[in-house]
């Protein structure tokens, strides 16, 4: 891989990112995260082969939120299983936003995806007898190669003081049967590890250990089995942007994971991760800087999972 080729791409994409970051907006329904600065942005490349590239603010931490929803899919494929773990969730795309609950009410009788936040604290609930929140915590760290993830305490009380659709959500699947185990504690379980710091050097870790199927490339160790990194690339690929999925998957084609933080998590598989931290987010809830960095990436390096082209 020409490594002058990909600084020279990642500068480019840099800057077409900077270019839309004021067009977007911070989150502000969890008000803690409407004081993050709108014109932050970072990307880092983590290649399978060794190679590492950062650009603007990659090492400044954020908070995962729903990225963390691919630690705990993970976590829950491989100790619960693939069929305990889609008997009560789906895997289609929703189409609405991540936060609906109206086609779940009306039509449906388990969530549509485990990316959607229906479908998460369903996992949440699954994972809640198996796993403190300590030792989820530890397996964040080891999946991200980042002994410094904490949860932040500032802004898991700010999603706590304002979580009143979450909560209704959680009520809804126990009302239908699909939550078990405890509501409050299955809604803290997730809150709390939507509540991780992180920064976009630990996600291109993470996307860096899916693309290499699980295992990290530096040493050989097998970290996610095979199975689970193979189910959570395809859920992410089809899922990950919410309801702006599909338009991802055509214009860019790398299977990606976004968080109301500002967080991307991409997977290009069997080259690289790559971690975006970008808070300003589009309507859909998704850093907007993340279509033009990861298209000019896509287009440039040949990521997208159709092109045949090789770099
Ligand atoms: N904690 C957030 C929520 O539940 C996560 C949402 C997201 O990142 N899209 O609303």
Aim: charged letters at 20%; one cysteine or more.
């Amino acid at each position: 891989m020409n490594q002058e080729k990909i600084l020279n791409v990642l500068e480019t994409a840099y800057q077409k990112g900077k270019a839309v970051a004021p067009y977007g907006n911070v989150a502000t329904y969890i008000p803690e995260l409407g004081k993050a600065d709108k014109n932050n942005l970072g990307i880092s490349i983590f290649t399978v082969g060794g190679q590492k590239y950062n650009v603007g603010d990659t090492d400044r931490r954020f908070t995962i939120q729903s990225i963390s929803k691919i630690i705990s899919l993970v976590l829950a494929l491989e100790h619960l299983g693939f069929d305990k773990v889609f008997s009560k969730v789906g895997m289609e795309p929703s189409g609405e936003a991540f936060n609906s609950l109206v086609e779940l009410d009306l039509n449906s009788n388990k969530p549509f995806n485990p990316m959607i936040n229906s479908g998460a604290l369903t996992v949440s609930s699954l994972l809640l007898p198996e796993f403190s929140f300590e030792e989820m915590t530890e397996y964040a760290r080891k999946v991200c190669l980042d002994s410094e993830i904490e949860m932040n305490e500032a802004v898991f009380q700010s999603e706590m003081s304002n979580v009143s659709r979450n909560r209704a959500i959680a009520y809804l699947l126990e009302s239908k049967g699909i939550i078990e185990n405890d509501v409050e504690k299955s809604l803290e379980l997730y809150t709390k590890m939507c509540s991780l710091n992180v920064t976009a050097e630990s996600l291109a870790n993470f996307g860096m250990i899916l693309a290499a199927d699980g295992i990290n490339p530096a040493n050989g160790e097998r970290l996610i089995s095979a199975q689970a990194v193979k189910i959570a690339k395809t859920i992410m690929l089809t899922c990950g942007m919410y309801d702006g999925s599909g338009e991802f998957a055509v214009y860019v084609g790398i299977p990606t994971k976004s968080g109301v933080g500002g967080g991307l998590l991409s997977v290009a598989d069997y080259k690289m991760g790559i971690g975006v931290y970008g808070p300003s987010l589009d309507e859909k809830g998704n850093c907007i800087a993340g279509r033009p960095v990861l298209e000019y990436l896509s287009k440039e390096l040949g990521l997208h999972i159709f092109d045949r082209k090789r770099i």
